[in-house]
C-alpha cells in the first residue's frame, strides 16, 4: 500500500504540470502567505503589549519575572530549533529512523519549554498576578500565551507526523510536511527572540 | 425545577416582542418545511454528496451566493424595519432597545455576512475559469473556508432568537461592549461569529493569492491577466494584512468579556481607544477589500459591452494596487473628533483625500474605455452604468468627509450614513449584481430574464437615490446616526418619509430580482453557446455551465484577452491551437471534514458563548480530531477519464 503510493507520487512529481500543478510546492508557498499573517497577528499582541506594559493599575509590574528561568527555557527552545534542522538534514540524506530521532528530540524540548511556561505561569498566578489584574498582565499573558499556544499546537502536530512518517516513509507528501513543521518551529524561535526581548529583558530593565 | 427552567428559558430565549415571535415561528415552519422536503424527495444524500461535501470551487461558489442572498434578504429587512420606524415622528414601531440590535445586525450582516460571501462567491465562480486552472490551490481549505463563514453566520443569526442579538454598533465599541455595559449574550455571539467566519476569510485570501499566482494557464503573465483577477488579487493581499488584526482584536474582547482580562476596560488599566484604533485598521480595509473585486468586475463588463479593449490596463493595475497599500494608512480618519494631535488628523485627512486619485484613474479609464466602443445595454452593463455615477458622488461626499475641520460637523451625522451607504451600496453591492448578472449563464448554463432584470435595475436605482439623497440634507440638519426617533418640532419629517420610501422601492427591486431568478428556472433558455455576451477572457471558452474540470485541455493565453484574440484568428481562418489529445483529469477528492468541523467550530462557539464548558471542550476535541484525521489522509484524489470527459465535452457542446 505504502509503496505503491509512494510509487504514484513519484509518478505524478514527475509530470506535475500537464495541467495540475506540484501540490507540495503549492502548500509550501501557502504556508509562507500563512506565517505573514502570523506576523501580522504576532505584531498586533507586541503592539498592545507596548501600549499596556504601563498599565499596572497600581498591582505588581514586571519585577515579578525571573530572568534565569526564562533564558533557561530561551536556551531550551533555541536547542529545539536546533535538532529540527538536523531533523531536515537527515531527512534529506534519506535517513527515516535518524529524522524520526531528532522530532523526538526536537518535541521534548518543546515540551519541557512548554512546562517551564506552566510553571512560571503558576508562580505568576500564586503571587496576584492573573489575566484580570490589571492591563499590563493581561497583555503579557495574552502574549507570552500565544506564542505558548503555538508551540502546543506545533508539539501536537509534529507527534502525528512521527506517525505518519513511519507509516508512510520519506516521500514527497512527508518531505514537504517535515518542512512545513520544521519552517514554523523556526518561526516560533523567532518570535520567541522578540518575546524574550521585548517583554522580558526590557520588561527588567 | 421547574422554577429555574423557567428561568432559564427566560434567559434562553428573547421574549416579548411580537416581532420576534413572528420571526420564531417563521423560522420554525421553514426549517420543517425543509427537512420534511428534503425527506420526502429523499434527498439528504443527494446533499451530502454534491454539496455539502464537494471541493469543486463552483459549487461552493455558488453556495456562497444563495447564502449571500438570503443575508441581504435579513439586512434589508432589517433596514426596512429601520426605515419604518423613522418614516414618521414618534412612531412606535420598534423600541430602542431594539432599534438598537437591529442597526448593529443590519451592518454586520450587510458587510460581513453579505458583501464578503458575495464577493468570496464570485472569486469562486470566476477566478480559476479565467485564469485557465481547474480548481483553486487548496480545494479542501475552499470547502472549510464556506463552511466556517457558513457556521459562523448561523451564530451570529441565531442571536435574534435566543439570548439576544448585539446592540453595541456594528463595530462594537468598547466600553459599551464590555461586559458591565452589555451584560447580555448578544455581544459574545457578535465576537464568535465573526471570529469563526474572519478564519475562513482569511483562508479564502491565502487560497486566491496561491491560486492566482501560481495556477495560470501557460503563456499567462502577470500583466496579461484578466482585470477582475487583478483585482481579486489586490482584495485578497488587503485580506491577508487585514483580517489577523480582526482576529486579535475580537479574541482581546472576548478575553475582556469572558475572562475579566483589562485590555479595553475603564478600569484595571485598559484602553477603550486602542481597541477603536484596531477595529479601524481592520475595518478600513475591509471596505476596499469589498470594493476592488467590483472595481474588476466593472471592467470586464465596460470591456466585454463595448467591445473594446480595456483602456489603460497597467494604470489600472497600478491604480488597484495603490488602492490597496494606501487603505491601510486612512484608519484614524474614523476618529477625527475623538481628540487626537492636528499633525495626525493631517495626515490622516491628506492620506484619505490621496485615494481619490486612483479612484479617479479607474472612473476615466471606464469612460475611456466605452468611448467609441459598439456599447450594448444588457443588465450586467446598465448596473455598471448605474454604478458610475452613483460613485462619483459618494467618491466626492467621501472626500468632503476627509476634510478634518468638516467632518466635526458631519461626524456621526445622517450625512456619512447616507455617503456609505453611497459607495458600499452603489458601488459593492451594484458592482457584485452585475458581476453576477455577467457570470450567471457560465455558472448555472441558463440566461436570465432580460425584462425583469431591467425593472430590477430601474427600481433599486431610482429606489436608491430617492433613499440616500435625502439622507444627506438631513445629516446636515443636525440628525446623528442610530437615532430611533425624533419629534414633529425637527423638522426632519418629510425627508425621513421620503427616504423610507426609496427604501422600501429597493426592497421591491429585490422582489423582482427573485420573480427574475424564478422566472427564469420555470422558463430556462439555455445558453448553448457557452459565450452569451461575445465574451474576451478564457471562461467563454468553455460551455456552459462549465464541466467539473473546467478546462477539458489545459488552454494557452499568450495575450491579454486571450478568447477574444483566439475568436478573431479563427474568424480569420487562422488556426493556431492543434488540437490536443484528451488525457484523464486528477481531481481533488470530496471530503465531509470541513463540514464536521465547522460544526465543531459551531458548538464551541454556542458553549463559549453561554459559558457551557461541557459544550465547548468537546467542541475543540472535534476540531482536533478533525485536524488530525485529515492530517492522516493521503489518498484523497481521483482521475476523470477521458473517455468521460471526451463525452461530457460533446453533450454539453450539443454535438451529441
Not at chain 1, 6 to 15: G, R
Not at chain 1, 33 to 58: E, K, P, Q, R, W
Not at chain 2, 156 to 172: E, Q, R, Y
Not at chain 2, 608 to 623: D, V
Request: charged share 10%; hydrophobic share 50%.
Amino acid at each position: 500500500m505504502a509503496n505503491s503510493l509512494n510509487h504514484e507520487m513519484m509518478n505524478e512529481h514527475q509530470h506535475g504540470h500537464d495541467g495540475h500543478h506540484d501540490q507540495e510546492e503549492l502548500r509550501q508557498f501557502g504556508f509562507w502567505i500563512f506565517l505573514m499573517t502570523d506576523v501580522i497577528l504576532f505584531s498586533v499582541l507586541f503592539a498592545t503589549y507596548i501600549v499596556l506594559s504601563g498599565s499596572t493599575n497600581g498591582g505588581p509590574g514586571t519585577e515579578l519575572f525571573e530572568l534565569n528561568g526564562i533564558i533557561i527555557s530561551t536556551f531550551v527552545l533555541l536547542t529545539s530549533s536546533f535538532t529540527s534542522g538536523l531533523a531536515v538534514l537527515a531527512m534529506h540524506q534519506g535517513k527515516k529512523n535518524a529524522l524520526i530521532n531528532w522530532l523526538i528530540v526536537t518535541a521534548l524540548l518543546g515540551a519541557t519549554f512548554i512546562t517551564l511556561e506552566v510553571t512560571e505561569f503558576m508562580t505568576l498566578v500564586h503571587e496576584g498576578a492573573t489575566i484580570g489584574t490589571s492591563a499590563f498582565w493581561s497583555a503579557f499573558f495574552t502574549l507570552v500565551g500565544t506564542h505558548g499556544l503555538h508551540v502546543s499546537i506545533g508539539l501536537v502536530w509534529m507527534v502525528a507526523l512521527m506517525f505518519q512518517i513511519k507509516k508512510y516513509g520519506i516521500n514527497p507528501v512527508t518531505i514537504r510536511k517535515v518542512n512545513i513543521v520544521s519552517l514554523y518551529w523556526h518561526f516560533l524561535d523567532v518570535v520567541w527572540i522578540f518575546v524574550f526581548t521585548i517583554v522580558y529583558l526590557m520588561g527588567v530593565m | 425545577m421547574l422554577e429555574s427552567i423557567k428561568k432559564f428559558a427566560s434567559e434562553f430565549f428573547v421574549t416579548g416582542d411580537p416581532l420576534i415571535y413572528g420571526a420564531m415561528v417563521s423560522i420554525g415552519f421553514t426549517m420543517i418545511a425543509l427537512v420534511a422536503t428534503l425527506t420526502y424527495f429523499k434527498k439528504w444524500g443527494w446533499l451530502w454528496r454534491e454539496w455539502i461535501t464537494t471541493v469543486d470551487h463552483k459549487r461552493i461558489g455558488i453556495m456562497y451566493v444563495i447564502a449571500a442572498l438570503l443575508m441581504l434578504f435579513r439586512g434589508g429587512v432589517d433596514a426596512l424595519l429601520m426605515r419604518t420606524q423613522l418614516a414618521l415622528p414618534n412612531m412606535e414601531f420598534l423600541t430602542p432597545e431594539h432599534y438598537n440590535q437591529i442597526f448593529t445586525t443590519h451592518g454586520v450582516i450587510m458587510i460581513l455576512f453579505m458583501a464578503m460571501p458575495l464577493m468570496f462567491g464570485l472569486f469562486n465562480l470566476v477566478v480559476p475559469l479565467q485564469i485557465g486552472a481547474r480548481d483553486v490551490a487548496f480545494p479542501f481549505l475552499n470547502s472549510l473556508s464556506f463552511w466556517l463563514f457558513l457556521m459562523g453566520a448561523m451564530l451570529f443569526n441565531l442571536s435574534f432568537v435566543i439570548g439576544g442579538s448585539p446592540d453595541a454598533g456594528w463595530l462594537a465599541y468598547p466600553p459599551l461592549s464590555e461586559k458591565v455595559f452589555s451584560p447580555s449574550v448578544g455581544q459574545d455571539f457578535y465576537n464568535w461569529g465573526i471570529q469563526i467566519s474572519g478564519i475562513g476569510s482569511l483562508m479564502t485570501g491565502i487560497n486566491f493569492i496561491v491560486t492566482i499566482l501560481k495556477m495560470r494557464a501557460p503563456g499567462m503573465k502577470l500583466m496579461k491577466m484578466p482585470m477582475f483577477v487583478w483585482s481579486v488579487l489586490a482584495s485578497s493581499v488587503t485580506i491577508i494584512f487585514a483580517f489577523p488584526i480582526l482576529t486579535v482584536t475580537l479574541a482581546l474582547l472576548m478575553l475582556d468579556r469572558t475572562f475579566g482580562a483589562h485590555f479595553f476596560t475603564l478600569d484595571g488599566g485598559g484602553n477603550p481607544m486602542m481597541y477603536i484604533n484596531l477595529i479601524w485598521m481592520w475595518g478600513h480595509p475591509e471596505v476596499y477589500i469589498v470594493i476592488l473585486p467590483a472595481f474588476g468586475i466593472f471592467s470586464e463588463i465596460v470591456s466585454t459591452f463595448s467591445k473594446k479593449k480595456l483602456f489603460g490596463y497597467k494604470s489600472m493595475v497600478f491604480a488597484l494596487m495603490t488602492i490597496s497599500i494606501t487603505s491601510f494608512f486612512t484608519w484614524a480618519h474614523h476618529f477625527f473628533t475623538m481628540g487626537t494631535d492636528a499633525n495626525v488628523i493631517a495626515f490622516f485627512a491628506v492620506t484619505t483625500m490621496i485615494i481619490a486619485i486612483p479612484t479617479g484613474v479607474k472612473v476615466f479609464n471606464w469612460l475611456f474605455t466605452m468611448f467609441r466602443g459598439r456599447i450594448t445595454f444588457q443588465t450586467p452593463m446598465l448596473w455598471t452604468l448605474g454604478f458610475i455615477p452613483c460613485f462619483v458622488v459618494g467618491g466626492l461626499t467621501g472626500v468632503m468627509l476627509s476634510v478634518a475641520p468638516a467632518d466635526f460637523q458631519f461626524h456621526n451625522s445622517y450625512f456619512l450614513i447616507a455617503h456609505f451607504h453611497q459607495v458600499l451600496i452603489g458601488g459593492v453591492a451594484f458592482g457584485f449584481f452585475a458581476g453576477l448578472y455577467y457570470w450567471w449563464p457560465k455558472v448555472f448554463g441558463f440566461t436570465l430574464n432580460e425584462k425583469l432584470g431591467k425593472w430590477a435595475f430601474w427600481t433599486w436605482n431610482i429606489g436608491f437615490y430617492v433613499c440616500f439623497m435625502p439622507q444627506y440634507f438631513l445629516g446636515l440638519d443636525g440628525m446623528t446616526r442610530r437615532t430611533s426617533t425624533f419629534g414633529w418640532d425637527k423638522g426632519w419629517y418629510e425627508l425621513n418619509l421620503t427616504s423610507t420610501i426609496g427604501g422600501f422601492m429597493m426592497g421591491l427591486g429585490f422582489i423582482f430580482q427573485v420573480w427574475q431568478i424564478a422566472h427564469s428556472v420555470r422558463f430556462m433558455q439555455k445558453d448553448t453557446t457557452g459565450d452569451p455576451w461575445n465574451g474576451r477572457t478564457l471562461e467563454w471558452s468553455i460551455p456552459s455551465p462549465a464541466p467539473e474540470y473546467n478546462f477539458a485541455v489545459i488552454p494557452q493565453a499568450d495575450e491579454q484577452d486571450a478568447w477574444w484574440e483566439e475568436k478573431k484568428r479563427r474568424a480569420e481562418g487562422i488556426v493556431t491551437v492543434t488540437e490536443q489529445p484528451i488525457e484523464p483529469i486528477h481531481m481533488p477528492g470530496k471530503s465531509g471534514i470541513p463540514f464536521i468541523k465547522s460544526v465543531c467550530w459551531f458548538v464551541t462557539g454556542f458553549g463559549f458563548i453561554w459559558g457551557w464548558y461541557w459544550m465547548a471542550i468537546p467542541g475543540l476535541i472535534g476540531i482536533a480530531a478533525c485536524m488530525l484525521i485529515h492530517s492522516f489522509t493521503y489518498d484523497n484524489e481521483y482521475y476523470i477519464p477521458a473517455e468521460t470527459v471526451k463525452h461530457t465535452e460533446a453533450t454539453l457542446r450539443g454535438t451529441m
